[in-house]
């Protein structure tokens, strides 16, 4: 449970970050693709014997271009999702998507489904839906409705196509080369886009936003690398890890938000919370 527990707070680590954008008036779409940029070069750092030849005869280089492809696309749709429709509803469809790759493991790696999990499960999106909910945003913009839609099965997807190459490609020695090369696929598109921008639309480069999408790289990497670290670790499901995963995400970040940020918490928030600390155990059952 350690690198699970690291994960989680690489995670929680890059919403405290993005709190930190707003005051400093960093801008997103320039950190997001030196973030990716960042977590390729910090992924390859620790890999130095390879080549560019080498990884696209990999077996599971076609993955990482649908991964990279997700990465920056989800981002972009997170923000857009939060900007037209606000901060919960963007939370609710990014955090219970976690039901389609427990739905995945279950039913494709025939995981264990047990009352406990079921249980805890539904506990959990509960929770989820209730901390993440603000008592500012209860009214909904019903029109731009199909962006929560799409952000909540695009973050299913792409957790399932994790878990997916996981288990295909477990074992593989290049493999640890998979996580920098989805992170180098990102920050290449990333990269033609910054280009369209500065060069046609003669947008300017922001020294605070290259500086604070350095930071955010660092812990982007972190978080998708001690997720794959758990999902190594035999005695876990992953039907078990992706709910921890997002269930303490949104604890985390929401007790960080609280007593560091001062934001106001509701009821329903703290409602919320409970129910997710009580969720943890009960999908945590079996291994306790």
Not at 31 to 54: C, E, H, L, R
Not at 191 to 206: G, N, S, V, W
Not at 251 to 269: A, I
Request: charged share 10%; aromatic share 16%.
């Amino acid at each position: 449970m350690f690198f699970l527990l690291l994960s989680i707070l690489s995670s929680t680590l890059l919403l405290v970050i993005f709190k930190l954008f707003q005051r400093f008036n960093i801008k997103i779409l320039q950190a997001i693709v030196v973030n990716y940029a960042t977590a390729a070069v910090f992924g390859f750092f620790f890999k130095p014997d390879f080549s560019v030849s080498f990884i696209i005869s990999s077996p599971w280089f076609p993955v990482t271009i649908i991964l990279g492809c997700l990465f920056i696309s989800l981002f972009y749709l997170m923000a857009l999702t939060t900007q037209k429709s606000g901060v919960s509803v963007s939370s609710v469809a990014n955090k219970m998507s976690v039901v389609i790759p427990i739905s995945v493991s279950v039913f494709l790696y025939h995981e264990s489904l047990t009352v406990f999990k079921v249980t805890g499960v539904f506990m959990a999106l509960a929770g989820v839906f209730l901390a993440s909910l603000k008592n500012n945003e209860r009214k909904i913009n019903t029109k731009y409705f199909y962006l929560a839609v799409l952000l909540f099965f695009g973050s299913g997807l792409l957790d399932s196509l994790i878990k997916y190459a996981q288990q295909l490609y477990q074992g593989i020695t290049s493999f640890d080369l998979f996580v920098p090369t989805i992170f180098g696929v990102s920050g290449l598109i990333g990269f033609f886009i910054i280009a369209y921008r500065t060069i046609i639309l003669d947008e300017k480069l922001d020294l605070k936003s290259i500086l604070g999408g350095i930071v955010l790289g660092i812990c982007n990497y972190a978080s998708i690398h001690y997720l794959l670290k758990t999902l190594d670790i035999r005695t876990l499901e992953s039907s078990v890890v992706f709910p921890l995963n997002n269930i303490g995400i949104v604890v985390c970040s929401s007790l960080v938000s609280f007593f560091f940020f001062k934001e106001n918490m509701s009821r329903q928030n703290w409602i919320g919370i409970l129910l997710s600390i009580f969720a943890i155990i009960l999908i945590s059952f079996d291994y306790l």
